[in-house]
């Protein structure tokens, strides 16, 4: 299982920006695919799910803001941004588990928030 995300960087506070992941090294249309957020120091925070039947998860922190989506037929999943605050700072990952409970996570896009 390979993670790969992009798209993170520096945008001032009421930007956006759109993460993406591509995965590789399985199924991945059968999968969870998910983003989490990390502060040094800090617990990773749980952003959004999203799941293969179409359901989704989002964080209370992010809900009207944050928007998870897939595209299948290029193995990605990404992460829109929208009224970034400089609380939303944090090293991003992409993540999924298999049935077995392992999980697997990129190796995390910066996102920094700030004027």
């Known amino acids: 299982v390979q993670l790969v995300e992009s798209g993170g960087g520096l945008v001032q506070p009421g930007g956006s920006l759109r993460l993406s992941c591509t995965g590789s090294?399985?199924?991945?249309?059968?999968?969870?695919m998910g983003w989490a957020r990390q502060v040094p120091g800090k617990r990773l925070e749980w952003v959004s799910s999203l799941y293969s039947d179409g359901s989704r998860y989002t964080a209370n922190s992010v809900k009207g803001r944050f928007t998870i989506s897939r595209d299948n037929s290029k193995n990605t999943v990404y992460l829109q941004m929208n009224m970034l605050k400089p609380e939303d700072t944090a090293v991003y990952y992409c993540a999924t588990s298999d049935t077995h409970g392992n999980e697997y996570r990129g190796q995390g896009t910066q996102v920094t928030v700030s004027s």
């Open positions: 090294g399985f199924t991945f249309s059968r999968w969870t």
